[in-house]
């Protein structure tokens, strides 16, 4: 199995160069497109708009992917789009219930 070219020896110059492109494009704002993005537990929850313990909860049932370094946890940003789009139901269908005739002779107060 061939290593990313970032793991190749420091000596390469063909790595050093790949380096390198990377961190410029990091600095541009543009992310390579094969490097999956991770998102840290605040940003995540300010993403979804709940609070850490929420996604802690979610994180220790299995809820929600994620990815656990140690004690740090991190979402890939494509697998969450995914669960979320996975999490998504249609509403529950609301049931028509016939209006009562009002009748004619009905006396409203003034």
């Given amino acids: 199995m061939a290593l990313p070219s970032l793991w190749v020896g ?3 110059a063909r790595a050093d160069a790949t380096v ?8 541009r704002g543009v992310m390579d497109s ?5 998102l840290t537990l605040p940003e995540l929850c300010e993403w979804l708009r709940v609070k850490p313990a929420t ?3 979610w994180t ?14 991190r979402f890939e ?3 969450i789009a995914a669960w979320l789009a996975d999490q998504e139901r249609a509403g529950r ?8 005739k009002i ?3 009905a006396h409203f107060p003034p």
Avoid: C
């Fill in 55 to 57: 996604v802690y909860e």
């Fill in 20 to 27: 390198r492109r990377m961190w410029i494009s990091r600095e």
């Fill in 10 to 12: 420091v000596g390469d």
């Fill in 60 to 73: 220790h049932t299995g809820f929600i992917p994620h990815l656990k370094l140690g004690r740090l946890l």
């Fill in 77 to 79: 940003r494509g697998t």
């Fill in 34 to 38: 094969q490097m999956p993005q991770y």
């Fill in 103 to 105: 009748s004619s002779s």
């Fill in 93 to 100: 269908p609301t049931k028509m219930v016939p209006l009562k």
